[in-house]
């Protein structure tokens, strides 16, 4: 008969962590907390205590190790991100790169974490971390202020375009491409075919390729529109975001207009309406044609196969030729930055260094990149494919816009529940991350819908992250909706892609958070047509079958990886819904 598992209780398993804060306090451990033990990147399934180190080593000095279980329950060593290692030596500057980070960045938030040496709830008023805090709050350093601007910046109401979201069925001709495979390749084409003008909202601008491939595309007297977000620095950049709006502006001079999205973390914005992200990544052309992807102007998103980067993520993109659809894209990117160049300021010299510093400070905590592929074709590599002159219905998605006649309703929300509850055979779908559910909420309906489409019998099969879904699938099993065992984990993904019955496909910037359905600025696409849908299935099935593993053993089996005996060390150191419009 199989060992039962023993049922996940935080608090109790809190319980034996004070009883054994002693044993725990080994050099190194910055925290501990109840959890999931996790072996090889695969969910054991039994209830841990979870102790984050600075560093592993395989050698351990006498005394230095942890035991491999106290009272009955294991504990699971995991070595710190950069962000727990800053916390615990510098917690302002690990506080200010939280508020002024990248969404993907931010911590789960772990009842019961405990600090270490202290012992101390590390949420608490008494531990070391919160007095850092208040004591930079006392002294008014510019950390505090820094902080205090990000909290204090007026919001404003969100201003929609006056441009229908509602499907619309064309004969249209549409490519289809994904990247590491011909992402940058096939964007330099579209960009090459430019003979007007660019209109683009993107959340991060800063390839040195894609610079000048755009420069060069607008030669003689064609213009660019851009509103473009002020993200933390790309460990792959060429330049930063700032760099990149200088050099735009010195080598296009008048024909360049560029505003800085109205995201609460942009220094160059005196107001926000998106509280975590300008996340949006489309490009419009010449008014006819638009491009739209769920990766950035940036080297990870859009790597070159010649010389690639340290990180070469997995992203879906599409080109659509298409006026009237172009057209509503534009509308809205021109509404934005309409109401963003209302609220721009020069960036508070004190507030920028001080965030930079804090930046560069994370950065030095981070462990070194992963070798580089050698240059060549990205293994397995998929060409894009052009789909001409094919009938397609395709709705628009815009977050944070609301339904027409029901401002409850969000129009991604609504759009992409109906969508996933329509799967009657499969349902796939591949995320940079799903953060865990909130009952009560839209979010927590979303990840319900997908639950139902389990209950129903559904193939779902869903690919996050390695790098970031990890964190919140295991806090997915701890909280709320549990789809832990129709996930598996791929190294370097940024897409947010659905794939649905085969028929189905959705390409989009939209990440699985609260944030992300519903407030900050994103875009999609749902494209209902079998080809493309297929196109992007075989991508998805080959990621699923070679480069993803599975989080959650299949029931009664062990995880592979698991090591007979811990010698961790820490080192110190469809019907869609009509009648959406831009409201």
């Not at 009237?324 to 509308?331: E, P, R, S």
């Not at 897409?495 to 600025?521: H, L, M, T, W, Y």
């Not at 005996?565 to 409201?583: E, L, M, N, Q």
């Amino acid at each position: 008969m199989a060992k039962r598992k023993k049922k996940f209780d935080a608090k109790a398993i809190d319980g034996v962590i004070q009883a054994n804060l002693k044993r725990l306090r080994k050099p190194g451990v910055l925290t501990v907390r109840p959890g999931y033990e996790i072996a090889g990147h695969q969910l054991t399934g039994a209830p841990a205590i979870v102790a984050t180190v600075h560093t592993k080593k395989k050698e351990l000095a006498p005394g230095d190790a942890l035991p491999n279980s106290i009272a009955g329950t294991p504990v699971d060593v995991r070595e710190a991100t950069a962000h727990q290692r800053l916390r615990a030596t510098d917690p302002s500057a690990a506080a200010l790169t939280q508020a002024y980070g990248r969404p993907e960045d931010r911590e789960p938030d772990w009842p019961y974490e405990r600090e270490m040496p202290s012992g101390k709830f590390l949420a608490g008023a008494k531990s070391s971390t919160a007095k850092a805090l208040a004591a930079h709050a006392q002294g008014n350093t510019a950390t505090h202020r820094a902080l205090t601007s990000h909290a204090t910046k007026p919001e404003i109401k969100y201003v929609p375009a006056n441009a229908s979201l509602d499907p619309v069925t064309v004969t249209t001709t549409i490519t289809a491409h994904v990247s590491p495979d011909a992402g940058l390749k096939t964007l330099q084409g579209f960009l090459a075919g430019t003979t007007d003008s660019l209109i683009i909202g993107m959340y991060d601008f800063t390839s040195g390729t894609i610079l000048k491939n755009v420069e060069s595309a607008l030669n003689g007297k064609k213009t660019l529109k851009m509103v473009l977000d002020n993200p933390a620095p790309n460990p792959t950049r060429d330049q930063t975001d700032t760099q990149t709006v200088d050099d735009l502006n010195a080598s296009l001079k008048a024909r360049s207009q560029i505003v800085r999205a109205l995201d609460r973390a942009d220094t160059y914005a005196a107001a926000w309406i998106f509280p975590y992200a300008y996340h949006i990544k489309v490009i419009v052309r010449d008014g006819t044609t638009f491009w739209l992807s769920s990766g950035n102007l940036n080297n990870s998103n859009q790597p070159d196969l010649a010389s690639p980067p340290s990180t070469e993520d997995r992203d879906w993109h599409v080109i659509i030729e298409n006026e009237g659809l172009a057209k509503v894209f534009a509308a809205f990117l021109n509404q934005d930055f309409v109401t963003a160049s209302q609220h721009q300021a020069k960036a508070a010299s004190d507030v920028t260094s001080t965030v930079a510093d804090a930046h560069a400070k994370l950065a030095a905590y981070a462990n070194p990149p992963p070798p580089r592929r050698p240059s060549g074709q990205f293994p397995g590599s998929v060409p894009a494919k052009t789909f001409k002159n094919v009938s397609v219905t395709i709705t628009p998605l815009l977050t944070p816009d609301e339904i027409q006649g029901d401002l409850a309703k969000k129009q991604y929300f609504s759009q992409i529940v109906q969508l996933i509850e329509s799967a009657q055979e499969s349902l796939y779908i591949q995320l940079q991350y799903i953060e865990s559910s909130q009952d009560g909420t839209d979010y927590d309906a979303l990840l319900r819908s997908i639950a139902g489409r389990v209950a129903a019998g559904v193939k779902v099969q869903l690919i996050e992250s390695l790098d970031y879904g990890e964190k919140w699938a295991e806090k997915m099993k701890a909280t709320g909706v549990d789809l832990t065992a129709n996930i598996r984990l791929q190294k370097s993904v940024h897409n947010k892609g659905f794939v649905v019955d085969s028929k189905i496909a959705v390409v989009s910037s939209q990440n699985f958070s609260p944030a992300g359905i519903e407030e900050n600025r994103d875009a999609g696409v749902i494209l209902e047509n079998a080809a493309i849908a297929r196109y992007f299935e075989a991508v998805f099935q080959s990621d699923w079958d070679t480069r993803a593993k599975p989080f959650a053993p299949k029931a009664g089996g062990a995880a592979k990886g698991t090591p007979a005996k811990k010698t961790h060390r820490a080192k110190k150191g469809i019907k869609r819904v009509s009648g959406p419009t831009g409201r």
